[in-house]
């Protein structure tokens, strides 16, 4: 079983549409829960981070994280097609692992 | 100034070729980690400075050599790479302090190397 597993996708979705992306884990060390934004060809760009379990929100990006479940999700609401990119999770702990991404096109 | 340059954008190279990937930032961060990313995967870890002392190696090939001049500074020499060593080469930096505070990682643009 791999550390941090997310579905690749890719998901499309109308504009205006709320976005669920999601991750699991099985390292109960974890503890850091972020979310990445990487356009193509371009270097990740942190979205938002996490440290306890429960949601956290900025702007239209709400992050939440479920530790008793493994679980962490990242909701977008109003997606525009600017929001078209691969959305990495990452997790820290004793060690440092991103998830292998979500590819989301977001259609005009 | 919250951001992360890396030079050259694109590089090309022969296997008997010796380059350097450069990048800098300006943000008073203490740790600075080289990733190498292969199309539609997540970037691999390959090295953590933290305060300009290689804290992790992620067991990578003699071939990348990476050197931290300065707290602003992190380079990664490369000298007889082979083609499957041809990704994308990723430059970021976190404030630390410690091998393990990845979290507010900021990233740069890149480095576009290929190996002939």
């Known amino acids: 079983q791999k550390e941090v597993e997310q579905d690749p996708g890719p998901l499309s979705v109308p504009e205006g549409a709320i976005v669920s992306l999601n991750c699991t884990y099985s390292?109960?060390?974890?503890?850091?829960f972020m979310w990445y934004r990487q356009y193509s060809r371009k270097g990740p760009e942190l979205l938002m981070y996490?440290?306890?379990?429960g949601n956290k929100e900025d702007g239209r990006f709400t992050a939440q994280v479920d530790k008793s479940s493994k679980y962490i999700s990242l909701f977008i609401r109003d997606s525009q097609p600017s929001d078209s990119a691969t959305y990495l999770c990452?997790?820290?702990?004793?060690?440092?692992?991103f998830g292998p991404g979500t590819r989301l096109s977001v259609l005009p | 100034d919250t951001e992360v340059t890396q030079t050259p954008k694109h590089l090309v190279m022969g296997m008997t070729n010796k380059k350097s990937l450069k990048c800098e930032q300006h943000?008073?961060?203490?740790?600075m980690y080289w990733y190498k990313q292969k199309a539609k995967k997540p970037p691999e870890l390959m090295f953590v400075y933290s305060y300009e002392k290689l804290s992790i190696n992620e067991s990578v090939p003699s071939r990348f050599s990476p050197e931290c001049p300065n707290s602003s500074l992190l380079n990664l020499h490369l000298h007889a790479l082979q083609p499957e060593d041809s990704a994308l080469y990723l430059c970021?930096?976190?404030?630390?302090?410690?091998?393990?505070?990845?979290?507010?990682?900021?990233f740069g643009p890149g480095t576009r190397l290929t190996v002939l």
């Open positions: 943000m008073g961060h203490r740790a």
């Open positions: 990452a997790m820290e702990g004793q060690n440092f692992v």
């Open positions: 996490t440290y306890s379990s």
């Open positions: 970021a930096s976190s404030r630390g302090p410690g091998p393990y505070s990845y979290n507010e990682q900021f």
């Open positions: 390292n109960s060390a974890f503890q850091y």
